[in-house]
């Protein structure tokens, strides 16, 4: 028997798909790690328990594979009904028996895969829409997976951290933040360097910035409102003739507190 494989021969894409699918091994990892009590304890995100983040990620999964029946049919299928079929759905789910609750997860996440693996390399390019009311290529439900499967295997809060989670998917998801920050203009005044490489965000333009530097992870973990470890704000001054530079480094100065991050979503 031919073994089944992705219709597309992408190359971008099979890498994205490659890590959508390894962020949901990861996120299963980390769900099976837990015991069926430990279902009940808190999430990182406030008023979620465990059991919010299981049901968020299975009827996640079953919301985009709507989107993929829709690229491949061509008959509408929303994510969702309405926002808050959405939040009932959720809140449901929480309420699930435990083995229910990992069904539920198991079975949606083979559903999206099989809807990938099958819809043919042409619909790919498809428009679909978001629940956000964008309007994309069906290949972007790639990376709206893989943004979810890994960040809420860290909110599972039993031992993943960002530093677990891939480079390139930090790299994106922190491009995808600080752009949604510009395009509301909430970045004002906040530049963002990523030690060890050359990534800079925010107000490039800004003539006294605060300067938020940290590591990828850490500054990403900052950038999704999870957290400042090894994030450091500091205030600058102007610079430009040697006395200035001069006042400026004894102005520059650590903050006393990393500033929140704007919200993104």
């Not at 099979?14 to 990892?29: D, I, K, N, Y």
């Not at 061509?74 to 079929?85: C, D, I």
């Not at 530097?213 to 470890?229: K, S």
């Not at 003739?241 to 990393?258: C, N, Q, R």
């Amino acid at each position: 028997m031919v073994a089944r494989h992705d219709q597309t021969t992408d190359p971008v894409l099979l890498e994205g798909l490659l890590q959508a699918r390894r962020g949901t091994a990861f996120f299963a990892r980390k769900l099976n790690e837990l015991t069926d009590a430990d279902l009940d304890g808190d999430s990182l995100l406030p008023g979620w328990t465990r059991r919010h983040v299981t049901a968020h990620i299975g009827y996640n999964a079953r919301a985009i594979a709507r989107l993929i029946e829709w690229a491949a049919t061509g008959v509408e299928t929303p994510m969702y009904a309405s926002t808050s079929v959405r939040e009932h759905e959720i809140n449901f789910g929480a309420t699930l028996p435990p083995i229910a609750l990992r069904h539920l997860f198991d079975h949606s996440a083979v559903h999206l895969n099989v809807e990938w693996r099958d819809l043919p390399a042409e619909a790919w390019h498809h428009k679909v829409k978001t629940a956000q009311g964008r309007i994309v290529p069906a290949e972007e439900t790639v990376w709206m997976r893989t943004r979810e499967v890994w960040v809420h295997a860290v909110d599972l809060d039993n031992g993943a951290t960002f530093t677990d989670i891939p480079a390139p998917v930090l790299t994106r998801l922190l491009k995808d933040i600080t752009g949604a920050w510009h395009t509301r203009g909430t970045d004002t005044g906040l530049l963002i360097r990523v030690t060890g490489t050359d990534l800079t965000f925010g107000d490039t333009s800004a003539e006294n910035p605060t300067l938020i530097t940290g590591p990828l992870p850490a500054i990403t973990q900052w950038a999704t409102g999870r957290g400042t470890h090894a994030v450091t704000a500091r205030g600058t001054a102007a610079t430009g003739t040697p006395a200035a530079d001069a006042a400026a480094s004894a102005s520059d100065a650590d903050l006393p507190e990393v500033p929140a991050a704007p919200k993104w979503i």
